[in-house]
Nanobody, 127 residues
Framework: QVYLAESGGDSVQAGGSLRLSCSESGAAYRSNYMGWFRQAPGKKREGLASIEISNGRTNYADSVKGRFTVSQDKAKNAVFLQMNDLKPEDTAIYFC????????????????????WGQGTQVTVSS
C-alpha cells in the first residue's frame, strides 16, 4: 500500500507563488513515476507535471509549462510542485499521484497511468 500526503496549498493573490509537497510512504520500494494533477469545480481532472523518479526526467502540460516546476528529494521520498506567476484560473484542488509497480508509457500526464492518489490540497488564487 502506498500513501501519499500533499501539503502546501493556500490562498494567494495573482502573480504569487506556492510550493506544493507530496510525501510517499508505506511501500517497500519507491514508485517509478509521480505526477501532479488538479481539478477545478465543474472541470475534469487535469494532468500538470510528472517526474520519473529514477532519473528525474520531467514532463509538463502546455498550460503550466514555464510557470510550474516539478522536482524531487529522493532522500525524503518527496516530490514538489513549484508554482509561479499564479493566475485565478489555477484555482483548484491539487493532487499528487504515484505509479507504483506499473509502467508509465504516455508521459505521465494521464490519470490512467497512476494507481495511487493523495487526498488533495486546495489552491485558491484571487485577482
Amino acid at each position: 500500500q502506498v500513501y501519499l500526503a500533499e501539503s502546501g496549498g493556500d490562498s494567494v493573490q495573482a502573480g504569487g507563488s506556492l510550493r506544493l509537497s507530496c510525501s510517499e510512504s508505506g511501500a517497500a520500494y519507491r514508485s517509478n513515476y509521480m505526477g501532479w494533477f488538479r481539478q477545478a469545480p465543474g472541470k475534469k481532472r487535469e494532468g500538470l507535471a510528472s517526474i520519473e523518479i529514477s532519473n528525474g526526467r520531467t514532463n509538463y502540460a502546455d498550460s503550466v509549462k514555464g510557470r510550474f516546476t516539478v522536482s524531487q528529494d529522493k532522500a525524503k521520498n518527496a516530490v514538489f510542485l513549484q508554482m509561479n506567476d499564479l493566475k485565478p484560473e489555477d484555482t483548484a484542488i491539487y493532487f499528487c499521484a504515484a505509479a507504483h509497480g506499473i509502467a508509465v508509457i504516455d508521459g505521465g500526464l494521464a490519470q490512467y497511468e497512476y494507481n495511487y492518489w493523495g487526498q488533495g490540497t486546495q489552491v485558491t488564487v484571487s485577482s
